[in-house]
């Protein structure tokens, strides 16, 4: 169609430049016809005049052409770039959403483990009765969701007399925890030289050698009590005196441990958390 159309174009000019040439050669000075070689040079011009506007429709026509084509392309570029930005949006934004989820979940977890966090702590009693300075030990976390949480240690004892292990859980709710679970401790004490005291079978534990030990706070808030914890219970602590009172066997006599020489006493703490029936 285009190449029709720039033939017409061409014949269309000379037919012109035809026509003209009674007119040019009416206006002629000399009143003769224009010579053979002044018509064929203005037949060239006008032929040559024809094709450079055929020629310069055809560079526009294919330049535009190109043009389309581009745009088409750049279309078809937009829309799948469009396609894998929203993809690619899509997919951020899930793992935004999933993030944030997990995050949640870990700062729910967090603070529920907060909440939840207690130990155990023992202390050594002197045959006197007063909790011997520095003898204490505290359990790791004690968790639910493991069997148990024990801890181990010796002191120097002296005197005459029978040692007594005092023991206390310490919670972040003892409240909270209260109502979820109960804490269940064993005790176990041994002196160098002689003397051996441990938790007896507990009926109401279904014969396991452990007892029941209510939760105290965790942190104390009388003064004299802070400046003590953690190094020795405070009155604040629900004690437990797991070596005497009929739920421990043996007893933990000086032995060796007299007024004229020290003995070694070895103590081990265990505890459980029992979720409430």
């Keep these: 169609m285009k190449l029709k159309t720039l ?10 430049l035809a026509l003209s040439v009674p007119a040019f050669a009416a206006s002629s000075s000399n009143g003769g016809i224009p010579s053979i070689d002044s018509q064929l040079g203005q037949l060239k011009a ?6 450079s506007r055929a020629n310069s429709s055809k560079s526009h026509t294919k330049r535009i052409d190109g043009d389309i084509k581009r745009l088409g392309e750049n279309v078809n570029a937009l829309r799948k770039g469009q396609d894998a930005t929203n993809w690619n949006v899509s997919n951020l934004a899930a793992a935004a959403v999933s993030s944030l989820t997990q995050l949640q979940a870990g700062l729910v977890g967090l603070a529920a483990s907060y909440m939840n966090f207690e130990y155990g702590v023992v202390q050594v009693r002197t045959p006197a009765g007063a909790l011997a300075p520095a003898s204490f030990l505290a359990t790791p976390r004690i968790d639910p969701t493991v069997e148990q949480s024990t801890v181990t240690g010796q002191f120097a004892v002296a005197g005459a007399g ?18 979820k679970s109960k804490v269940y401790c064993r005790v176990t004490g041994s002196l160098a030289n002689g003397g051996f005291i441990t938790s007896k079978a507990n009926a109401a534990f279904g014969g396991a050698p ?8 965790l942190v104390p808030t009388s003064p004299a009590e802070l400046a003590a914890f953690p190094l020795s219970m405070v009155s604040t602590d629900t004690q437990v005196d797991l070596t005497t009172a009929g739920n ?15 003995g070694v006493l070895h103590v081990t703490l265990s505890c459980l958390s029992v979720p409430n029936s």
């Design 7 to 16: 033939l017409v174009m061409a014949v269309a000019a000379i037919g012109a």
């Design 46 to 51: 006008a032929g040559k005049a024809a094709k």
């Design 162 to 179: 029978n040692h007594t292990l005092s023991v206390a859980v310490r919670s972040a709710n003892p409240t909270a925890n209260d109502a």
């Design 210 to 217: 452990a007892y029941e030990v209510p939760r105290s706070a």
């Design 248 to 262: 421990s066997t043996g007893a933990l006599t000086a032995g060796g441990a007299t007024a004229a020489g020290a």
